[in-house]
């Protein structure tokens, strides 16, 4: 089978204070329980808490970052387009741009290259293909999501 265009590499470096891929009314950040504990854990409250507070539901069930009122855009993202949250970031927007239906068309991987500066940045570096295989995997399982929380045993 032919491997896919991406498993050569692909050059990109995030670029600070960008934040362009946060800052998109409408956007939906699925999260596993592993990025419920680890976030809530971070803030310092139980998980259970932090999902009343900063979660909200999709129509099918599963827990999703909540956005803010004003303007629809992710709450974590702060005045200086900086992730309030990122060294604990949710695995799905650790893994963007490699996300399967950024990279499932020329068509929608162009519209992602003018949306990112990082792939198109002169400091981008070759991002190995086995690294983005992972980042996709990531952002599948990721999207698969959860619907009720509850502590391992
Ligand atoms: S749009 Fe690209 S460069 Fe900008 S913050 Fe997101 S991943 Fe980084």
């Not at 999260?31 to 139980?46: K, P, V």
């Not at 974590?76 to 950024?102: G, M, T």
């Not at 068309?105 to 003018?114: A, L, Y």
Request: proline residues 5%.
């Amino acid at each position: 089978m032919k491997s896919p265009w991406w498993m050569k590499g692909v050059p990109f470096a995030c670029q600070p204070n960008c934040g362009k891929c946060c800052d998109e009314p409408g956007g939906i950040v699925y999260l596993t329980t592993s990025d419920a504990r680890r976030i809530s854990n971070h803030l310092g409250m139980e998980v259970e808490e932090w999902l009343e507070r900063d979660c909200r539901k999709t129509l099918d069930g599963r827990f999703i970052l909540e956005s803010r009122k004003s303007d629809d855009v992710c709450i974590y993202l702060n005045d200086s387009k900086q992730c309030d949250i990122y060294q604990v970031r949710p695995q799905q927007c650790a893994a963007f741009p490699w996300w399967s239906e950024n990279l499932s068309t020329d068509r929608s991987w162009n519209e992602v290259k003018q949306t990112c500066p990082g792939l198109t940045a002169d400091d981008a570096i070759l991002v190995e293909g086995d690294k983005i295989r992972i980042q996709i995997f990531s952002d599948r399982q990721a999207t698969k999501g959860f619907r009720k929380w509850s502590e391992p045993n």
